[in-house]
């Protein structure tokens, strides 16, 4: 089974702060990686597949980048509805997610 | 829009079976490219990927739980079905039915990311 470890399990920053969230796999999963981002009490809602594709809908301040085995989420400028958990999840072997890292205001 | 609702019983005893029902609207199963499944997420924790379904009724199921799930599909009343036994207490968790989109891996079609998720329906089981 592919891991995906999720470094950082709380981030805490601004409104108006960049910031950037990684996900890093066991093994090699080319660039079949999605995030997703989750309010409490809510479904989680896709932001980014292929690694840094961004969904419809998605503002652009929202940026995947990576491919095999180490992968980013970048959010530009902090906006407040930002503040969430975010996940990663592979699609290259079965599939998986990582741990989730609470993005919180500091 | 695609819409996905679950329902079933938010209480279930331990060692019996849950069932849960995902209602499709806005949208039809027989989509030829979409894949269906489950997933949950036991309180304060992750995401756990359960399985999923084609609409050819070809399935795949997580290793931990396969001994216990089944998943079936139902395109002509656009329904996808749960079933898990043997319930114990670490089954408690929310459950959400999800949209998955297809896309080609070489040269095999197979589950990509989730692109709908419905709402979710807390499955509590008691002892």
Redesign the interface.
């Known amino acids: ?1 592919i891991v995906l470890t999720q470094s950082t399990g709380i981030l805490s920053l601004s409104p108006g702060e960049r910031a950037t969230l990684s996900c890093r796999a066991s093994q090699s999963v080319s660039s ?1 990686l ?1 995030w ?1 981002q989750q309010k409490p009490g ?5 932001l980014i ?1 292929g690694a840094s594709s961004r ?1 419809t809908g998605v503002p652009d301040r929202f940026s995947g980048s990576g491919s095999g085995t180490d992968f980013t989420l970048t959010i530009s400028k902090l906006e407040p509805e930002d503040f969430a958990v975010y ?1 990663c ?1 592979q ?2 072997t ?7 890292t609470k993005l919180e205001i500091k | 829009q695609v819409q996905l609702q679950e329902s079933g019983p938010g209480l279930v005893r331990s060692s019996q079976t849950l069932s849960l029902t995902c209602t499709v609207s806005g949208g039809s199963m027989n989509s030829g490219t979409n894949y269906w499944g489950w997933i949950r997420q036991p309180a304060g924790q992750g995401l756990e990927w359960i399985g999923h379904i084609y609409t050819s009724g070809s399935s795949k199921y997580n290793a931990s739980l396969k001994s216990r799930v089944s998943i079936s599909i139902d395109t002509s009343q656009n329904r996808l079905s749960l079933r898990l036994t043997s319930m114990t207490a670490a089954d408690t968790a929310v459950y959400y039915c999800v949209r998955l989109v297809g896309g080609w891996f070489g040269e095999l079609w197979g589950p990509k990311y989730m692109d709908v998720w419905g709402r979710g329906t807390t499955v509590t089981v008691s002892s």
């Open positions: 089974e079949d999605a997703y809510q479904a989680p809602r896709l597949y969904a996940y999840q699609y290259d079965s599939l998986t997610f990582g741990q989730g």
